[in-house]
């Protein structure tokens, strides 16, 4: 345990439930009758995510069940007592997947680079598959507020595409709905609370411990810029949830072909437009020089 003082901790708690419950609602993320499958990594993020979901769910306005869910990768020295243990503890239902991926992302991926990506691919795909096998209707991501906003600039710097990480998402098969809980919440509270509780943290030793991975240099920089402004992610992850496709460039989101000008109806006055102006015409005639509201009007 943390020597979180307890007035602190209780703020803090329901701090992080009623950000998730917001998200939640917000989002229409879990609804009556739903089999939330929780995927548990062993890592602070997806053990805050099952306490915080098990207390909602205890005063929810619908019934849904959890049903917590590892995937062993079976990497060399990975503690497969761990999660048993802390889940028979709860007394939730659970099952963990063992399927030896380390091995395939060692065999692809050469030394030194990074393995992310193909390591979340096949951890994504055996999921998604067990979430039809054990009848889930909703697959439970830890991702925070933090891991969406790191995750637009990653593909915005390396990917050259504005995209992030949704708080609900259909799968490309359409066969699953992915949430994420905490979208609302940030890492630094995920941080102190699981201290707090001294959860068992797993490491990754597959690509946890990777030096100059592209998430950390952004990381890094987001860091810096919160130094400078507190409030910096919280005003990108607005801006995510405000996006205007017209003011953008992207002409699958938005016709600019079609942009046409409408002037049938009578003009509204522009700001400031009534002040007074002069202006300096050359070449041609002015057509200016026949409206009334033209306070001056000098030939070049």
Known sequence: MSSLPKLEF?????????????????????????RVMVCLSGGKDSYTMLDILMNLQKSAPVKFELVAVNMDQKQPGYPEHVLPEYLDALGIEYYIVNKDTYSIVKQKIPEGKTTCGLCSRLRRGTLYAFAEEIGATKIA?????????QTLFLNMFYGSRISGMPPKLLSDDKR????????Y????????????KAFPIIPCNLCGS????????????????????????????SSMQNIAPSQMADTNLFDFASLTIDRSGERKEYEFGDSTQTIDAGGVPSPLSSRSDVIELVQL
């Open 185 to 196: 919440c940030r890492e630094s509270d995920i941080e102190a609370f699981a201290a707090h």
């Open 10 to 34: 209780n703020k803090l708690q329901k701090r992080l439930r009623r950000h998730t419950g917001q998200a939640i609602e917000d989002y229409k993320m879990i609804e009556e009758g739903d």
């Open 141 to 149: 991501l830890g991702h925070h507020k933090d891991d969406i906003v």
């Open 176 to 183: 699953n709905i992915i949430i994420r809980p905490l979208a």
């Open 210 to 237: 990777q030096e100059n991975l592209q998430r950390q240099n952004i990381r890094k920089m987001l860091m810096d810029w919160e130094k400078a402004d507190g409030s910096r992610i919280e005003k990108i992850f």
